[in-house]
């Protein structure tokens, strides 16, 4: 079987997502992290920052101490991660076909990024992957976007409006395909004129069963998946999106 071709859809938006696309939920996802992950890990843990986008996260962990490195599959994404947080290892490597020593003491993956894995067999190759990359008993902590979130929120548009650029989200959901669709339209002023661009990103919508099922062929053990809403988080962002919980 030939290795999946690299995902790199959000080089076409990332300028526009460094432009504080994921601000609220990093800030609530970060109280997640002190409540519930952090304390299970050693002082200078070693954290891999799984499709770690414009480096948010990886920038937090970096000030909190921790030895991160981050991957994900678009370049751009990586060119704003490089200059948000220097001292991460950043990888440019696609998350179903990646291949790191059982080296980290903990994965994370944020901001529904396993959601745009859009087959279960793939799903659960990205967690072998990232099984032999955790030392045991290293922890696994990611979140997805459930039948809930997509069933409530993924319809009609959002405008994003700011002085030089604005950005307008349609959402539509296939429950029988189970799939989201993003469509992303872009408009940003370049003093003259303003360019449009369109980008559509797609999400799968798996069953708990489902993850939880991957996981365990995996090889992980302790799995729990925990909906965001119980873990302190609040508003849009936190509606149907569980944090799933496992260890090797
Ligand atoms: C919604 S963004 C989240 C970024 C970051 N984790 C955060 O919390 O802000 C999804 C990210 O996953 C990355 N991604 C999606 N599928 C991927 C894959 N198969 N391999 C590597 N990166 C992937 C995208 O390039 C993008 O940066």
Not at 1 to 28: K, T
Not at 77 to 89: D, I, T
Not at 178 to 185: E, N, P, S
Not at 216 to 232: D, V, Y
């Amino acid at each position: 079987v030939s290795a999946p071709q690299r995902y790199s859809v959000y080089d076409q938006f990332a300028w526009c997502y460094s432009r504080g696309w994921s601000d609220d939920y990093h800030e609530q996802a970060r109280r997640v992290f002190e409540g519930h992950v952090f304390p299970a890990l050693p002082p200078a843990a070693r954290i891999l920052d799984l499709c770690c986008g414009s480096g948010e996260l990886a920038a937090s962990l970096l000030v909190r101490g921790f030895q991160v490195t981050g991957i994900d599959g678009s370049a751009r994404m990586l060119e704003f991660a490089h200059s948000r947080a220097p001292g991460v290892r950043f990888l440019l490597a696609d998350a179903r076909a990646f291949h790191l020593d059982a080296a980290f003491d903990a994965v994370l993956s944020t901001f529904d990024s396993l959601n745009h894995i859009l087959q279960i067999t793939a799903l659960e190759t990205v967690f072998r992957n990232v099984y032999a990359a955790l030392a045991a008993p290293g922890l696994f902590v990611f979140d997805l976007n459930m039948s809930d979130s997509f069933e409530m929120l993924w319809r009609g548009s959002i405008a994003d409006v700011h002085d030089d650029f604005v950005a307008i989200t349609r959402g539509t959901y296939d429950p029988a395909e189970r799939l989201g669709r993003a469509d992303i339209t872009t408009f940003r002023s370049s003093g003259a004129a303003w360019l449009r661009s369109d980008v559509a990103v797609f999400e799968k919508c798996y069953s708990e069963d489902q993850v939880c099922g991957a996981l365990k062929r995996a090889g992980f053990s302790n799995i729990s998946p925990r909906e965001a809403c119980q873990l302190g988080m609040r508003g849009d962002i936190s509606i149907g999106r569980t944090f799933f919980f496992a260890t090797k």
